[in-house]
């Protein structure tokens, strides 16, 4: 029972992290919070990759789901199979794991990159949107965060929401690499009290 309790309890602390990194990424289309820079002209290809909606947000649900229902789910009820029940309920917890396990790393790659990329913007030098940094090279320097003059304060809002989703997916990674090793000890260890009692 205590690896359903785990995986439910891991299941309720990813609700809030793929709630955040959907907002997140939403919020990356909109630079300092305003319109009119959402085109894929003005901003960096890793924001098109929806990487916080699609692998930190949706791919999460999946796992959600799977890991709230495992404490409720019928230990003998496997279509009437008796040599299935929380056995199976746990292997499947370590598939579904494996899902979120993807869609974080999908969702730190992607940001990992994007942080490294650094935002588009334009300079007073040149009006159009390009990439002004490289390898990462501005992380350590804010002097260079000037060199960007429209969107205003770009640099700031790339760096702010990529690094949060970078710690977000993280953390989702982790969460659920825990539950492909919590499911695979309950699918080979654990014991199914009422079909053993039969």
Not at 2 to 15: F, M, R, S, V, W
Not at 121 to 128: A, E, K, Q, V
Not at 175 to 193: D, H, P, R
Request: glycine letters at 10%.
């Amino acid at each position: 029972m205590c690896y359903e309790k785990c995986a439910k309890c891991l299941g309720i602390t990813l609700i809030p992290l793929a709630l955040l990194g959907i907002i997140l990424n939403t919020l990356l289309f909109f630079p300092n919070g305003k319109t009119g820079y959402n085109t894929p002209e003005k901003l960096a290809d890793t924001v098109w990759c929806f990487s916080g909606i699609i692998g930190s947000g949706l791919l999460m649900v999946f796992p959600i789901l799977v890991f709230m229902g495992m404490e409720n789910n019928d230990c003998c009820g496997c279509c009437g199979n008796e040599s299935c029940g929380k056995r199976f309920a746990n292997f499947s917890s370590v598939i579904f794991a494996a899902i979120g396990v993807a869609g974080a790393a999908y969702c730190f790659i992607v940001s990992a990159v994007g942080l490294n990329q650094g935002p588009k913007c334009t300079t007073i030098n040149n009006s159009n949107y390009t990439y002004v940094f490289t390898n990462g090279d501005y992380l350590g320097n804010h002097t260079m965060w000037d060199i960007c003059s429209e969107p205003p304060n770009i640099v700031e809002w790339h760096v702010t929401l990529f690094a949060l989703l970078l710690v977000l997916s993280g953390v989702q990674l982790i969460l659920c690499a825990i539950q492909v090793v919590n499911g695979l000890i309950g699918f080979l260890c654990g014991e199914c009290s009422c079909c053993s009692s039969d």
